[in-house]
């Protein structure tokens, strides 16, 4: 019997593992639980006893890659934060598991109606909600703003490859991302 808890532990990490790598690269529709069993190398009805649902493995998926503590330290320091937020914008394809940030995996299924809700959970909390305490406000309005022009930038940039944008230096997008993020958080 004890030999038998760190095989499903390993497991149920791999399945983890596995969605996080999907889910960045394709979105919440288009991925299956065979997809993800398959590359998690466990059989499919597994995956489901695991984490009951595609949806509940999306979600453990998200808070998985939310590594977002040290984007948020509260340093008292908001423009500081606007920075570290700012550099997170520059997404890399992810090709191992410690490239995927969560940001992947909210830009690949943010037009599927099915990972509508667990999207919206997300932002909120884990980057709005934050975001707002940060520059003091009790109302979300400003910080949701502010995710949704660093969505629409990273998806000109990365998923888009607008010519524009990659033809421009890091140092001058970083710049006037940084002022669009802040003029956006000023009340």
């Known amino acids: 019997m004890v030999a038998t808890a760190p095989q499903k532990s390993s497991a149920k990490a791999r399945i983890l593992q596995a969605s996080i790598l999907l889910f960045a690269r394709m979105p919440f529709s288009e991925t299956s639980l065979r997809d993800i069993a398959a590359?998690?190398?466990?059989?499919?009805?597994?995956?489901?006893?695991?984490?009951?649902?595609?949806?509940?493995?999306?979600?453990?998926?998200?808070?998985?890659?939310?590594?977002?503590?040290?984007?948020?330290?509260?340093?008292?320091?908001?423009?500081g934060l606007i920075d570290r937020i700012t550099e997170r914008a520059f997404l890399r394809d992810p090709q191992c598991i410690r490239d995927v940030e969560p940001l992947h995996l909210v830009?690949?299924?943010s037009s599927c109606s099915e990972a509508r809700s667990i999207l919206n959970d997300f932002v909120t909390t884990s980057i709005a909600r934050p975001l707002a305490d940060a520059f003091g406000q009790k109302?979300?309005?400003?910080?949701?703003?502010?995710?949704?022009?660093?969505?629409?930038?990273?998806?000109?940039?990365?998923?888009?490859?607008?010519?524009?944008?990659?033809?421009?230096?890091?140092?001058?997008?970083?710049?006037?991302?940084?002022?669009?993020?802040?003029?956006?958080m000023l009340t």
């Open 107 to 109: 830009l690949q299924s």
């Open 39 to 79: 590359e998690a190398k466990v059989d499919v009805a597994y995956v489901h006893r695991a984490f009951g649902s595609k949806s509940e493995i999306f979600r453990q998926a998200l808070e998985a890659t939310a590594a977002l503590d040290e984007v948020f330290t509260p340093d008292g320091n908001p423009a």
């Open 139 to 184: 109302d979300i309005g400003r910080a949701m703003f502010a995710v949704s022009i660093l969505n629409g930038f990273i998806t000109m940039r990365t998923v888009l490859g607008n010519p524009g944008l990659l033809a421009m230096s890091k140092e001058d997008l970083k710049a006037m991302l940084t002022r669009a993020l802040f003029n956006a």
